[in-house]
């Protein structure tokens, strides 16, 4: 039988789920959600694993986002369950202690999107397209994309898009700030690799602690903020990697962190 959800390591400290669906546009069928929750808990048990990326099998979908055929039998309640335990889980690949990125190598709608959104990161091949169409089906966002999109390219852009049902085109998420890369097709995969190898080499306590003083702090008072991003950056000073950090630093070598 095959994963719904691969799992592999192309990079040291690195590791890939690629959703493996592309009969089905790898839509988020509730099989492939609980696989993507178990590989998620999988990498949180890990001390060794640095980056995370997340792509699609396939050349044409990322993710097409909630499999609309296995809702078309659900009552009402379902479907309410069914959104929730995709926000449910798109909240747990969220909390990822290190750095995720999306490599969207295709089309991402609807929930599509909010995946690539719950990352910290989005990669997107230049042929493809990105929207949030749900109210073309007169629902709307049920998994964050209503908040994540406005906090990400501001409630103007926003509202547009998700009023307009309009997917975008990869130059335009680009110039948006939707996506933070866009790359053509032949190239998306290895410049992915090479952003991650580039994040993996760096501290990764101290990327972690990145992580956690930007999440934790951009949405509240720049006081409050401060005092988050203070008590971060004290965590990192006790630590071997900081002094390795040093020591190849004076000695001009590339330091050699293991996350102590």
Known sequence: MNELVRMEEPLPYV???????????NALSHALLDELSEKIDRIQSRSDIR??????????A?????????????TEDEVVQTVRKIGDTLRQLEK????TIALMNGAAFGGGLELA??????????????GLTETSLAIIPGAGGTQRLSRLIGPGRAKSMIYTAKPVEASKAFQMGLVEYMYEP??????????????ARN???????????????????LDESLEIEHAAYKTTIPTADRMEGLHAFKEKRRP???GE
């Open 203 to 221: 501290g990764p306590l101290a990327v972690k602690a990145a992580k956690h003083a930007i999440n934790l702090g951009c949405e509240k008072p």
């Open 117 to 130: 959104l719950a990352c910290d990161l989005r990669m997107m091949s230049s042929s493809a397209k990105a």
């Open 51 to 60: 980056v995370v990326l997340l792509t699609g099998e396939g050349s044409k």
């Open 96 to 99: 990822i202690e290190v750095p």
């Open 186 to 199: 032949q190239m998306l995969m290895e410049e992915a690799h090479d952003l991650a190898a580039c994040i």
């Open 62 to 74: 990322f993710c097409a986002g909630a499999d609309l055929k296995e809702r078309s039998d659900m």
């Open 256 to 258: 050699e962190y293991k």
């Open 15 to 25: 590791c890939q789920l690629t959703l493996n669906r592309p009969e089905a546009a």
